[in-house]
């Protein structure tokens, strides 16, 4: 079959709206996950989704709905027990230790466990049906309005939580409406690229576009075209050359990033960032 | 009407009275200078004027109402510092924040080029605004989050300790730009500052906080052998030079009361009470 013939069949379609819809949505997302330094939380949420997926599947459920489930849960967790920069590591490093365990006894209670953990730990693209399409769709359209919504506020509070709270705005709020924002995220991207890849999606093509512009809305922009740009030129290797989708988004995503921060070193006259 | 009324109001944090039977009040377009030992709740100061915390007792009032969360009358610059979120930012996009930051929705205000462009001019940043505020120097970001503070044109403005951490000339050069943007807008502005010498020369009146007690009144009435021994409990010795500097011999006393922060943080209070007694003897 022709490269063309086989862009046309439709679980490369089905994948091709799903990878978009995701790659847009964890773009936006990530730009704030990068700019407020929650990467572990990022990382964590995956982890917990893991524990959600696992547990949907040994009670035969769809797994969707345990993902929603635990991440949008370890999100208001985080978002509550975390706002304050002191004690956020900690709450967000228990929180993924106890949904990794829970996710282990799932794991072994559930005995055709080899598949399943499978793809939810790689993600399973090219097997997303039509209803998955519908359902990553509205999540991922739901989260860019919210965060077009949430933009202005969000932005104040990640740069500067004492003015903003100065101005009315609940850090404490915020923290939460950004977590659960994530976990939603998370829950999309993980059924195209699986937890232990979400990052790719996440803070990849966010990180690549933060070091190339000090203009908040251009690297958010930025940070979704990258995201898009790795996904469908991922998508598109995956189904030509062969190898796991998984596998060809990551390595476009950690790529740009690599670049983006070679560019950035090598630009004239430009004063060494002294944040990490 | 005056800006801040301050009726015998006290402050509690955490079961702890951090001072009381603060009277005071700011008239439009003056300059207030707040000074007192690490620990003695001047910025607790500023977050009751902001509504962040309520009194304990007396009353604290905003234009003539109660202090609330979000008062676009009142403009407040936070202590910066190096590794700082905003610092990724350009100081253009931090001072748009400081315009419609709070603002929730889809719609974008119209004035807001013209507006930044204005606070910019005010305070001198046009030429690096559009630079990441990480290649910035300490004086040029104060200068940007002055411009962010003031871009909603805010009748009260609030200044957390806006010289620290600068050399003498830009010392200098911020007190100048502090008494241009009163004189310009007509804001009445108060400044929690380290040293007095620097602002001496714009300050209208200076509360001193020490030992849980407020003090208020023109540099002459409150930074006087007499007044200042009484607040601290000990004598205190004011020694004038010929440039007109005041230094203050006798806080290093305060060695003698750490603060109740617990074991961890005794060294550290102690270590910025040396720091600051040095300070004001030597500059």
Not at chain 1, 150 to 157: A, Q
Not at chain 1, 248 to 273: G, H
Not at chain 2, 18 to 27: E, K, L, S, Y
Not at chain 2, 187 to 213: F, Y
Request: hydrophobic share 50%; aromatic share 6%.
């Amino acid at each position: 079959m022709s490269l063309t013939n086989l862009l046309a069949t439709p679980f490369v379609l089905n994948a091709f709206y799903a990878v978009t819809a995701v790659a847009l949505a964890a773009g936006a997302v990530g730009y704030f996950v990068v700019l407020r330094r929650q990467a572990f939380a990022a990382h964590a949420i995956g982890h917990v989704g893991f524990a959600g997926a696992a547990g949907a599947v040994l009670l035969g459920v769809s797994p969707i709905i345990g993902l929603l489930v635990f991440c949008l849960g370890a999100g208001v967790l985080i978002g509550l027990g975390g706002a304050s920069l002191d004690d956020r590591d900690a709450v967000v490093g228990v929180t993924l230790t106890a949904a990794l365990g829970l996710g282990v006894l799932f794991i072994s209670l559930y005995s055709g466990y080899a598949n399943a953990t499978y793809s939810i730990l790689f993600g399973q693209i090219l097997g997303v049906s039509s209803g998955d399409v519908v359902v990553v769709g509205l999540l991922s359209l739901g989260v860019l309005v919210c965060v077009s919504l949430t933009y202005r506020p969000l932005l104040f509070v990640s740069v500067d939580a004492q003015s903003a709270a100065s101005r009315g705005l609940s850090p404490r709020a915020m923290s939460l409406v950004f977590m659960s924002l994530l976990a939603l995220t998370t829950v999309v991207a993980i059924q195209i690229v699986g937890v232990l890849l979400v990052f790719s999606l996440l803070v990849a093509p966010a990180a690549a576009a933060e070091s190339l512009t000090s203009r908040p809305l251009h690297a958010l922009l930025l940070a979704m075209g990258l995201a898009l740009f790795s996904a469908w030129t991922g998508l598109l290797l995956g189904v030509w050359l062969g190898g796991p989708v998984s596998f060809w988004i990551t390595a476009l995503a950690s790529t740009s990033y690599v670049v983006a921060r070679l560019l950035d070193a090598s630009r004239p006259r430009r004063v060494r960032r002294r944040v990490a | 009407m005056n800006v801040l009324d301050v009726d015998h109001a006290a402050v509690q944090l955490a079961g702890r009275t951090i001072w009381r039977d603060a009277r005071f009040a700011v008239a439009p377009g003056s300059i207030t200078a707040v000074l007192g030992p690490n620990g003695s709740g001047k910025t607790t100061l500023l977050n009751l004027i902001l509504g962040l915390v309520a009194p304990s007792e007396g009353t604290v009032r905003v234009f003539g109402d109660v202090a609330r969360r979000g008062n676009r009358r009142v403009g407040y610059m936070t202590q910066t510092r190096d590794a700082d979120t905003m610092s990724s930012l350009t100081g253009r996009d931090y001072v748009g924040l400081g315009f419609d930051g709070p603002r929730f929705g889809w719609g974008r205000d119209r004035n807001k080029s013209e507006v930044i462009r204005r606070a910019l001019a005010l305070t001198g940043t046009t030429n690096f605004a559009d630079q990441p505020m990480y290649s910035l120097s300490g004086g040029q970001r104060q200068r940007i989050a002055l411009a962010h503070a003031t871009v909603f044109e805010p009748e009260l403005l609030l200044l957390d300790e806006p010289l620290a951490a600068l050399d003498l000339a830009a010392q200098a050069e911020i007190v100048d730009l502090i008494n241009l943007i009163r004189d310009t807008t007509g804001a009445a502005i108060i400044v929690v500052a380290h040293d007095l010498n620097p602002l001496a020369p714009i300050v209208d009146q200076v509360l001193w906080i020490a030992r849980r007690q407020v003090r208020c009144g023109t540099i002459d009435e409150v930074v006087s052998e007499e007044v200042l021994s009484d607040l601290y409990g000990h004598p205190i010795e004011i020694v004038v030079t010929s440039h007109g500097r005041r230094v203050i011999v006798g806080l290093e006393e305060e060695f003698a009361h750490p603060h109740p922060h617990g074991p961890d943080h005794t060294h550290e209070s102690a270590h910025e009470h040396f720091a600051e007694v040095y300070e004001e003897e030597t500059s």
